[in-house]
């Protein structure tokens, strides 16, 4: 399809493990958001890419927290170390460029045991 | 802190029901936007109002915003069962969007 797709849909781990959740965003969109939401929540930022831009990270509530944007197209978001309190909604958005409207993939629900 | 709140937290209507949603931001924006979230699912956008628009319509939603008061409204008329989610206004003060807390809202057939 041509929207915003993410992978894994859901993902339960244990505790201490490390998860890779991945982002496929529409095609030519420069600008790609990584946002957390835990259960009846609004949204927290976590990171964003533009372009060829450093990423801003100001939203990754710990060092545990990274991600990647490989070739201006896919990203990945990493957490080390997995802690209970990491358990939630990990939603992935792009858009055409920074403050246009932002389409969303329908998230990967982290469960962390 | 929050960029965006929206007002109320939730909100229940009938069928038919206008339902009215208001957001107030904290530094000035040259756009606001207003998205949709159905349970289980992605933010849909809605529709974006410029800091020089006042009103803006798509179809049943009526958008309204007042840079003096830093506020928004998102109204939807003739509510229907399928309009119940999570309603979010976002702003960006910078280069990025920030959401506020969102309201909930049940539409009852």
């Known amino acids: 399809g041509a929207g915003v797709s993410q992978s894994p849909s859901n993902k339960v781990t244990e505790k201490g493990k490390d998860v890779e959740l991945r982002c496929d965003p529409i095609?030519?969109?420069?600008?790609l958001y990584w946002y957390r939401q835990s259960l009846g929540q609004g949204l927290e930022f976590l990171i964003y890419?533009?372009?060829?831009?450093?990423?801003?990270k100001s939203g990754l509530p710990s060092d545990r927290f990274s991600a990647e944007r490989t070739g201006g197209s896919v990203s990945t978001l990493t957490i080390q170390r997995t802690q209970q309190e990491d358990s939630a909604v990990y939603l992935c958005?792009?858009?055409?460029?920074?403050?246009?409207?932002?389409?969303f993939g329908d998230g990967t629900r982290l469960s962390i045991l | 802190s929050q960029q965006g709140e929206e007002d109320p937290q939730a909100l229940s209507i009938q069928e038919g029901e206008n339902a009215t949603m208001n957001c107030s931001y904290k530094?000035?924006?040259?756009?606001l936007q207003w998205y949709r979230q159905n349970s289980g699912r992605g933010l849909v956008h809605l529709i974006l109002?410029?800091?020089?628009?006042r009103e803006k319509h798509s179809g049943r939603l009526r958008v309204t915003l007042d840079t003096s008061k830093k506020s928004s409204s998102l109204l939807i008329t003739a509510s229907r069962a399928a309009d119940t989610a999570s309603y979010f206004c976002a702003t960006p003060p910078a280069d990025k969007l920030i959401f506020g807390t969102g309201t909930r809202l049940q539409v009852f057939p």
């Open positions: 530094t000035s924006i040259n756009n």
């Open positions: 890419f533009q372009g060829n831009s450093a990423p801003d």
């Open positions: 109002i410029r800091s020089n628009e």
């Open positions: 095609s030519g969109h420069t600008a």
């Open positions: 958005a792009s858009s055409t460029w920074s403050n246009q409207p932002q389409h």
